[in-house]
């Protein structure tokens, strides 16, 4: 009796995970933290502004720069208040002066992975404004 040849089903490839944009939309959403105020700008003067995750990412960073230069004035001054009064109170501020690095850094690596994040009372405005 002849041997009856099994066919052996073969589990379906498991499809790629989306993030929330294309890896083109994750890239953009990236540089709009690295190359801050220039991205942002390009993003909304061209066709980008009408993807929703670039053009989140592009106001919210707009928001942040604006943000970290009056918070960056501000600690100078206090390093500066601090230095003149103690003599060396200004390095114990110097950490402080990474702070909005360090910001950046996190939003970089949001946006890459394809996620929305919203930074507090920044995020809401930035999320109105790229509708």
């Not at 993030?19 to 933290?33: H, I, K, P, T, V």
């Amino acid at each position: 009796m002849p041997e009856e040849k099994k066919m052996e089903k073969k589990p379906a490839p498991a499809e790629p995970v989306q993030s929330a944009g294309s890896s083109d939309s994750n890239l953009f959403g990236m540089l709009c933290y690295l190359i801050s105020f220039w991205v942002p700008l390009f993003v909304l003067f061209t066709d980008k502004k009408n993807d929703k995750f670039v053009a989140f990412h592009a106001y919210q960073d707009l928001l942040l720069t604006a943000v970290v230069m009056v918070y960056t004035i501000i600690m100078w001054v206090v390093m500066m208040v601090l230095t003149m009064v103690t003599g060396f109170g200004g390095i114990c501020v110097l950490p402080f002066l990474f702070l909005p690095i360090l910001v950046m850094l996190f939003m970089m690596w949001k946006a890459w992975n394809g996620e929305r994040y919203k930074l507090p009372v920044i995020g809401d405005f930035a999320e109105k404004y790229a509708r």
